[in-house]
């Protein structure tokens, strides 16, 4: 879809109408001007004095139909000119939201919004006192989102808060997330860093000589600066697919090395892929206290797995949730996918079915996204997947399954080319939340990322900026850079911690 917008010169508004054109079309392009005839004209116009107006008028070439919308946002005397901009930008993404929807039949139920964390911006007017009632007419007027996800966003706000009651103020410690970049196979919708582990023995080696040595000295610097870990986090990849033995020297190491580690609030272990999960295993994390995993199965139909190159079958997900069960995990997490490659309700009715036989204390269900680097996206045609309407009535399923079973959703996060525009929802069964998922989402806190594509989140105590800092993808780049990546981000964390940034 070509659409060639007129009337906003300025670069600024490119990019958000472009990711609202994206909410729309599989495949779009805005321009300022197009050589030949475009699919689209939008005409623009707005206006800023004592209010912000913002007018669109949309144009199908083909057919000649017309569509028009007109916006008033208020302005306050206060507002500085980043904060007027701002609100002319919400004016215009508002009218082209309006047009586009009419146009297409296409309802946002998410409205303007087009980032990743939606739930930040109620919490900031929890912080600020607005109440309610007020914040929702806001969030309804000033971004169009719909009744709908605004309870949403107020269920999992209130539930953050029941489980993390100091959540505003955990800026004085971190969260650690570990990144372990190997599997057994690598899935087809899968952007991780995660490379297949069978024959790159010499490669794990280095690499977790690189983890280690990152695990001690940050776990140096945290200790000589008195910082406690509210959550750590292993990640990947799949952290369960280094051996027993691997995995017993890295939780040593965490325990020697990391502060009190006795009184961190919760510390996870992917074991997303079933294949990689055995008894010795098992034994070696409930050995380190650990007792909350995720086991993954994505989906219960065979032929699925096969398609998205799981490698493992249905029954070995069962087997290995008993077996973990039975051995005493207490805190399972199971994920799974909506709209994966030749599923629709019936299929995704299934899976519910069967996730009811083992009933895991979190489930986090995931609307397939195509991202960029994925095979599966650079193989679209290869993958046939539902449609937008079908893709609803499967999170509507989901919805109605976890709360006639006793969970309620806790964290949610939206990302870009998302089936159907929708989210992904982590429900728990009350008392079972992940405080891990609720720290990254909330960017309440810095998370120090440690390990092969780790990124950190450092969040400025004072302006609540957040910076990211990635450490390498790769395991080769990895291995040869890791104690630099160390010492920057040690840099960093002194720059953050200091006495001046923590009188506040
Ligand atoms: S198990 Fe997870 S991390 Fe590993 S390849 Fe599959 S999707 Fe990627």
């Not at 806001?138 to 605004?150: F, N, P, R, T």
């Not at 009715?349 to 036989?357: Q, V, W």
Request: charged residues 25%.
């Amino acid at each position: 879809m070509r659409i060639e917008i007129k009337g906003l010169e300025d670069e600024r508004f490119h990019r958000p109408l472009q990711n609202i054109a994206n909410l729309f079309f599989e495949e779009s392009e805005i321009l300022p001007t197009i050589g030949e005839k475009p699919d689209l004209q939008v005409d623009f116009h707005w206006e800023a004095s004592e209010t912000v107006f913002a007018r669109a008028m949309l144009l199908v070439n083909e057919s000649g139909k017309k569509f028009e919308s007109s916006q008033e946002l208020c302005v306050s005397p206060e507002m500085s000119e980043k904060e007027l901009f701002k609100q002319v930008k919400r004016a215009v993404s508002y009218v082209f939201v309006n047009v586009l929807q009419d146009m297409t039949e296409i309802n946002q139920k998410w409205g303007i919004l087009t980032g990743v964390r939606p739930t930040k911006l109620l919490h900031r007017k929890v912080q600020q006192g607005i109440p309610a009632s007020i914040a929702h007419k806001q969030l309804a007027d000033d971004y169009m989102i719909s009744e709908e996800k605004v309870e949403l966003m107020q269920k999992v706000v209130d539930r953050q808060l029941a489980v993390v009651p100091d959540l505003y103020s955990l800026k004085n410690e971190v969260s650690i997330y570990i990144g372990i970049p190997f599997c057994p196979t690598k899935c087809a919708y899968c952007t991780f860093p995660a490379y297949a582990i069978n024959g790159r023995q010499g490669s794990v080696n280095s690499f977790l000589g690189g983890l280690h040595y990152e695990i001690r000295e940050i776990g140096k610097w945290l200790k000589e600066n008195g910082i406690n870990i509210t959550t750590i986090y292993y990640g990947g990849g799949t952290p369960t697919s280094i051996t027993a033995e691997e995995m017993d020297m890295l939780y040593e190491e965490m325990y020697a090395s990391f502060p009190n580690v006795e009184n961190v609030r919760e510390i996870t272990v992917e074991a997303g892929r079933p294949d990689t999960i055995t008894p010795e295993k098992l034994e070696v994390l409930l050995k380190w206290n650990i007792d909350r995993i995720s086991v993954n199965p994505q989906s219960y139909i065979q032929d699925t797995l096969k398609a998205i190159g799981r490698h493992h079958t249905v029954e070995e997900t069962i087997d290995k949730f008993h077996l973990s069960r039975s051995m005493g995990m207490n805190n399972i997490n199971m994920d799974l996918i909506i709209g994966l490659p030749g599923e629709e309700l019936p299929e995704f009715r299934t899976t519910l079915e069967e996730t009811e036989k083992l009933m895991p204390e979190s489930l986090t269900v995931h609307t397939l996204s195509f991202k960029r680097a994925s095979e599966m996206t650079r193989n679209k045609q290869k993958y046939k997947v539902a449609s937008r309407e079908e893709v609803e009535k499967m999170m509507s399923a989901a919805e109605e399954w976890t709360a006639a079973h006793g969970y309620t959703p806790y964290y949610l996060y939206r990302q870009k080319n998302i089936l159907g525009n929708l989210e992904n929802v982590g429900y728990s069964i009350p008392g079972q939340e992940s405080i891990y998922n609720i720290m990254i989402m909330e960017e309440q806190q810095t998370i120090i990322g440690l390990g092969c594509g780790a990124s950190s989140k450092f969040l400025h105590p004072v302006t609540g900026k957040i910076m990211q800092y990635a450490n390498p993808k790769d395991p080769k780049s990895y291995n040869d850079n890791f104690e630099h990546y160390t010492h920057k981000k040690i840099e960093i964390l002194g720059e953050l911690f200091t006495k001046e940034n923590f009188q506040h």
